[in-house]
């Protein structure tokens, strides 16, 4: 089925394309979610006469996400969680989780925003990307600990594994061994 985006969507085109989907990808998300459009010569025409006000629309919803990124960046969230011994959860941490933790911190974000590569199922720092706007994405630290203890010492250790050893600043002292020439001059 041919549709044609009136947003960017990620891995299939910008706004305007007219692209080829499956039928159920179409009637399931794209034309319910206003997406997109059948395309037809009438839909085409309504795109092009339109098209200026969904541009300005669209950069003024992408300049909104970049503040709200700007602000974000460098974003940490705690999330506390029972695990085993080794280290691994009774259960998972879900895009739904970091959102509310998100949500927690001051931002307004929703679940399906939530991008996570692959589930997490045990303790640790995660950088988790959150897209913001088809335009805009920005990554979010998670950690996941037993304890808020537990989480200061994991942070505390990680940013002394980060930081560069201190230089000093005292002259090098000459560690050689006299060699046998220089003994036997003397």
Not at 65 to 80: E, H, Y
């Amino acid at each position: 089925m041919e549709v044609i985006l009136l947003e960017r969507i990620e891995k299939l085109g910008q706004m305007g394309d007219v692209v080829n989907v499956k039928p159920g990808f179409a009637r399931n998300y794209l034309l319910p979610e206003k997406k997109a459009l059948r395309a037809s010569k009438d839909n085409l025409a309504f795109f092009e006469k339109q098209r200026a006000q969904l541009e300005a629309v669209n950069l003024k919803r992408r300049d909104e996400a970049q503040a709200v990124a700007d602000k974000m960046s460098g974003l940490s969230v705690l999330m506390v969680r029972q695990a085993g011994e080794t280290g691994q959860l009774y259960g998972s941490v879900s895009g739904k989780d970091v959102a509310d933790a998100v949500k927690a911190a001051g931002y307004t974000i929703e679940r399906r925003q939530v991008n996570l590569d692959q589930p997490i199922k045990t303790l640790g720092a995660y950088a988790v990307r959150l897209s913001l706007h088809p335009e805009v994405a920005v990554t979010v630290t998670v950690n996941v600990a037993r304890s808020q203890e537990e989480a200061e010492r994991a942070a505390a250790a990680a940013a002394a594994a980060a930081a560069p050893p201190a230089e000093e600043t005292e002259e090098p002292v000459d560690t050689e061994e006299p060699s046998a020439e220089a003994e036997s001059a003397e």
